[in-house]
C-alpha cells in the first residue's frame, strides 16, 4: 500500500476546491465547499485530524449523522461530492486508495424525487434501440431493459442472482434475502416472478451466457449484474444509470455542451450533472407513467412493482392533465 502523507481535513478541503476551481463553474464550486463544510464539522465532532485515519466505518458514520438532518435526495448530492473529494485526497496520497467506493448512501425512498422527474417513454425506448444495435447483450443493455421493462427499483435489481432467471416462463424472479446483503425493500412482500416476454429475456439470458463478469458475491452467489469485482454496490448502479441516461451517450446533447469539457463526462464527470440524466428511481417512474398511458390497470401496476396505489399515485404518476382524460376516454362509453 503506498505510504500515506499527513493530511488535515481542513488543508484537505482547502486543496480539493483549489483543484475543482479552474473547471466549474463558481456556482458549482460554492456547493460544494457549503456540502465539505459539513464533513469538516463532522471530523471536529468526532477528532478525526489527519484524513490518513479515515475509515470505511467512519464514513459510514458520517452518512449516518447527516442522514438525520437532511433529505435523502439532498444526501445523495452531498455525498457525491465527498466521494470525489476522497477520490482527489486518494491520488495526493491522503486517503486510501479506493476509500471512495465506501460511501454507501441509502436508496430513495419512494417519492423522494418530484414527481415530474422521470423517463419519458420515447427516451427509453431511443437508449434501448441504441443498445440493441450497437451493445446487445451488454450489462448496460440489461439494466436498461430490466428497470425500464419491470419497474423495478435500483435494490431488487443489484438483489438478482443467475438463478433467479426462469427461462420456460421469461420471467425474473425477486426473493428477498437480506441474510446475505439483498434484501427488498419490502421484505417477503416484495417477492414476486416478473415477466420478460420472449424477446427481452432473450436479452438478458444472452448477457449472463456470454458478457456477465464470472464472479461470486461475498456470499458464494452468482450476482445477475456484475462489475470485476462481483455485485456492484447500489450507488455503483445509480452511477451507471446516471451515464445511460445522458442524451450525449446515444445522441446529441440537448444543453449546447462539448464533451471534451462538460463536467457530466469523462472519468472525472458525475453522470448527474447532467440535467437529462436521470436516476433509477427516475426510470421506474417513467415506466408506471408509460403503462398508466398504455391503460394498464393501475392494480396491475402496482402488483408487479411493488407499489401501493396511494404511493403511485402520489409520487409516480406523472401524466399530464391531458393524458389522464385521454386514458379516461378511452374507457368512457
Known sequence: MTDLEPLSPEEGVTRFLRHRE?????????NSRTRLNHFLDWCEEVGIENLNDLSGRDLADFVAWRRGDIAPITLQKQLSTVRAALG???DIEGVEEGLRERVHAPELPD???ARDIHLSADRAESILDYLDRYQYASREHVIMALLWRTGMRRGSLRALDVGDLHADDHAVELVHRPETDTALKNGTKGERWVYLGPEWFEVVD???ATNRHDVVDDHGRRPLITSKYGRPTGDTIYKWVGKLTRPCEYGECPHDRERPTCDAVGSDGYPSRCPSSRSPHAVRRGHITAYLNREVSPETISERSDVSLDILYQHYDARTPREKMNVRIQNLP
Not at 479552474?22 to 460554492?30: D, I
Open 22 to 30: 479552474p473547471s466549474v463553474r463558481e456556482s458549482t464550486l460554492q
Open 88 to 90: 482527489f485526497w486518494a
Open 111 to 113: 417519492g423522494a424525487e
Open 206 to 208: 444472452e448477457y449472463a
